[in-house]
């Protein structure tokens, strides 16, 4: 099966069809669940032993696919044991650690050193399809220990290819990818976005079954205007329109979080500002955004918080650990 992606004004075009909200699942053919909220750290953060807040696990979502046996981690974090052992509880693995891919969005500490744990330290797993750009892939060729995974055959590197079309960008790995399928209709591509590429490009990552659902995770990205700005007819609103819902950074709330640092040198789009961004948008296009990927400092880690009551009350999500929505009922 062969798909084509027909215009850069969504990398999946026209697959990605509006279909119905995420419902709670009850017996539900594909799941998404959230096995971690955090930024990279988590919380508490090293250092911060004192902190009685939430706990936050780092950010990483489960996709379970009931129909065909198959379940997908995006992003394997420092905690990727305990986040695993949550999978397992929900779905589990048929066999071995019954992980038929991970989906990496970019080499900073939260999002791949759990692939370590596939090692042979740890669970000698074989063969375990991961999901990468280019520069993600060479980046795990070329340097230990992520080479030695390679090398042992811990796991297999499964190099997504850049879109052959002309687009008025600067550079080869600012593309959005072509999409791969994983097992029968489910799908996976990239969208590129800016944020600090000292090791790997920084991707969301689009995860569709035509006629079913989409999905964005975009736990990362510096500011949405530059993003827009790259690429004629990306937005965040064109996104939610194309999805069902979409899981994007929320690491700080606003520009007075960090008292003594200059916020302006820590660019990720605030809460508060993708708020105002969105809020003339109809109910069912807010409610489709979910908060991901939030700092230890950021006053939605409580959901008792004022911050998280006004998030809910102009009609948008915190997404939580734990939390699990059913991209597909099944026939």
Same mark, same amino acid.
């Given at each position: 099966?062969?798909? #084509?992606?027909?215009?850069?004004?969504?990398?999946?075009?026209?697959?990605?069809?509006?279909?119905?909200?995420?419902? &709670?699942?009850?017996?539900?053919?594909?799941?998404?669940?959230?096995?971690?909220?955090?930024?990279?750290?988590?919380? !508490?953060?090293?250092?911060? %032993?004192?902190?009685?807040?939430?706990?936050?696990?780092?950010? %990483?979502?489960?996709?379970?696919?009931?129909?065909?046996? #198959?379940?997908?981690?995006?992003?394997?974090?420092?905690?990727?044991?305990?986040?695993?052992?949550?999978?397992?509880?929900?779905?589990? /693995?048929?066999?071995?650690?019954?992980?038929?891919?991970?989906?990496?969005?970019?080499?900073?500490?939260?999002?791949?050193?759990?692939?370590?744990?596939?090692?042979?330290?740890?669970?000698?797993?074989?063969?375990? /399809?991961?999901?990468?750009? !280019?520069?993600?892939?060479?980046?795990?060729?070329?340097?230990?220990?992520?080479?030695?995974?390679?090398?042992?055959?811990?796991?297999?590197?499964?190099?997504?290819?850049?879109?052959?079309?002309?687009?008025?960008?600067?550079?080869?790995?600012?593309?959005?990818?072509?999409?791969?399928?994983?097992?029968?209709?489910?799908?996976?591509?990239?969208? /590129?976005?800016?944020?600090?590429?000292?090791?790997?490009?920084?991707?969301?990552?689009?995860?569709?079954?035509?006629?079913?659902?989409?999905?964005?995770?975009?736990?990362?990205?510096?500011?949405?205007?530059?993003? &827009?700005?790259?690429?004629?007819?990306?937005?965040?609103?064109?996104?939610?329109? #194309?999805?069902?819902?979409?899981?994007?950074?929320?690491?700080?709330?606003?520009?007075?979080?960090?008292?003594?640092?200059?916020?302006?040198?820590?660019?990720?789009?605030?809460?508060?500002?993708?708020?105002?961004?969105?809020?003339?948008?109809?109910? &069912? &296009?807010?409610? #489709?955004?979910?908060?991901?990927?939030?700092?230890?400092?950021?006053?939605?880690?409580? !959901?008792? %918080?004022?911050?998280?009551?006004?998030?809910?009350?102009?009609?948008?999500?915190?997404?939580?650990?734990?939390?699990?929505?059913?991209?597909?009922?099944?026939?």
């Amino acid at each position: 099966m062969t798909l #084509k992606l027909p215009s850069l004004t969504f990398a999946m075009g026209a697959v990605l069809a509006g279909n119905a909200p995420m419902e &709670e699942p009850s017996s539900c053919s594909i799941e998404l669940v959230v096995l971690g909220a955090g930024q990279d750290a988590g919380a !508490p953060q090293v250092g911060n %032993s004192g902190d009685t807040g939430p706990r936050l696990l780092p950010s %990483s979502l489960g996709l379970i696919d009931r129909e065909h046996g #198959k379940r997908y981690l995006l992003d394997a974090t420092p905690a990727i044991t305990e986040q695993l052992a949550m999978l397992d509880a929900i779905e589990a /693995p048929q066999e071995g650690l019954g992980i038929d891919g991970v989906i990496l969005t970019h080499a900073h500490i939260g999002h791949y050193l759990g692939l370590a744990y596939f090692g042979r330290e740890a669970a000698g797993a074989r063969d375990i /399809p991961v999901y990468t750009m !280019p520069r993600m892939a060479e980046f795990l060729r070329q340097n230990g220990p992520w080479s030695q995974l390679v090398e042992l055959g811990n796991i297999n590197i499964n190099q997504l290819r850049y879109l052959e079309q002309d687009f008025p960008i600067e550079r080869d790995d600012w593309k959005p990818s072509e999409p791969i399928f994983l097992h029968g209709g489910l799908a996976a591509g990239t969208m /590129p976005v800016p944020h600090r590429d000292e090791y790997s490009e920084t991707v969301g990552w689009v995860l569709f079954d035509p006629g079913k659902f989409s999905v964005l995770y975009l736990p990362d990205i510096d500011n949405w205007d530059e993003w &827009e700005a790259r690429f004629e007819g990306y937005s965040l609103e064109t996104v939610l329109s #194309k999805t069902e819902a979409v899981f994007i950074d929320a690491t700080f709330w606003d520009d007075d979080e960090l008292p003594g640092r200059d916020m302006s040198e820590i660019p990720h789009p605030r809460v508060t500002a993708t708020m105002d961004r969105l809020q003339h948008l109809p109910d &069912e &296009e807010r409610a #489709k955004v979910h908060f991901i990927h939030y700092n230890h400092t950021n006053p939605i880690r409580d !959901p008792n %918080s004022a911050q998280s009551r006004e998030v809910a009350e102009r009609g948008f999500n915190v997404a939580r650990r734990g939390d699990r929505h059913c991209l597909y009922q099944g026939s």
